[in-house]
């Protein structure tokens, strides 16, 4: 079945500093793939999508590449700030219109 | 805000009682569901709702029992419930089921389970 595998965390970075948090994918067909952010306290937001091979997301200075060669869509940050500190879910929505979550990974920035 | 409020926020009950846990969406979705987050783990879906008629039961125990009386409400009822339904319960909305929609989620509601 179609499932999601994203690294695990917790990642701690400082300020400033280079982020990419892994993600691949099992699927049938041409699912659509997303990354979730979770703020402490907070439901899970929409960070970004892409919905065809070789599509890139972006939002807030975060982008994700879907790559269908590779079966990943990575998230990666060019420089991160203490405001990114939260919990980023790599997700899929393929056959059956479902949704599949990966585990999380836990990002930490210190100033 | 997302346009998704859940309550209460927090929920703490014995393995007797019965609570209920209430979603409300303000987005005109169709598309509502119930996600179980523990710790560690993917999130589970739970249960899928479109246009008030369940569309999904991933295998969950009759203790949760969801109701959706329209679109724009969803609740799950407790009862009987084991230490290890301890968690964050997660409700979303979409517009629809198509594949590519958003799901816009709720804060959650922390239970715990003595």
């Known amino acids: 079945g179609d499932s999601v595998t994203q690294m695990e965390g917790p990642v701690t970075l400082s300020e400033e500093a280079f982020l990419t948090i892994n993600c691949t994918y099992t699927a049938t067909g041409y699912p659509s793939l997303f990354w979730y952010v979770q703020y402490p306290g907070e439901g899970l937001q929409l960070l970004l999508k892409a919905t065809k091979a070789d599509d890139k997301g972006s939002n807030k200075g975060f982008e994700a590449t879907y790559r269908k060669e590779t079966t990943s869509f990575h998230l990666e940050k060019g420089s991160v700030q203490v405001s990114d500190s939260a919990v980023y879910f790599c997700?899929?929505?393929?056959?059956?219109?479902?949704?599949?979550f990966g585990t999380g990974t836990s990002l930490t920035v210190i100033p | 805000e997302t346009g998704v409020t859940q309550t209460p926020r927090h929920l703490v009950m014995g393995m007797t009682n019965k609570k209920s846990l209430k979603c409300e969406q303000h987005l005109g979705h169709n598309a509502m569901y119930w996600y179980k987050q523990s710790a560690k783990k993917p999130l589970e879906l739970m249960f899928v709702?479109?246009?008030?008629?369940?569309?999904e039961n991933n295998s969950v125990p009759s203790r949760f029992s969801p109701e959706c009386p329209n679109s724009s409400h969803l609740f799950l009822h407790l009862h009987t419930l084991q230490p290890e339904d301890s968690a964050l319960y997660l409700c979303a909305s979409s517009p629809s089921l198509v594949a590519k929609n958003i799901q816009y989620f709720g804060a959650g509601t922390r239970l715990s389970v003595l």
């Open positions: 997700a899929l929505s393929g056959t059956g219109n479902q949704f599949y």
């Open positions: 709702y479109n246009f008030k008629e369940q569309t």
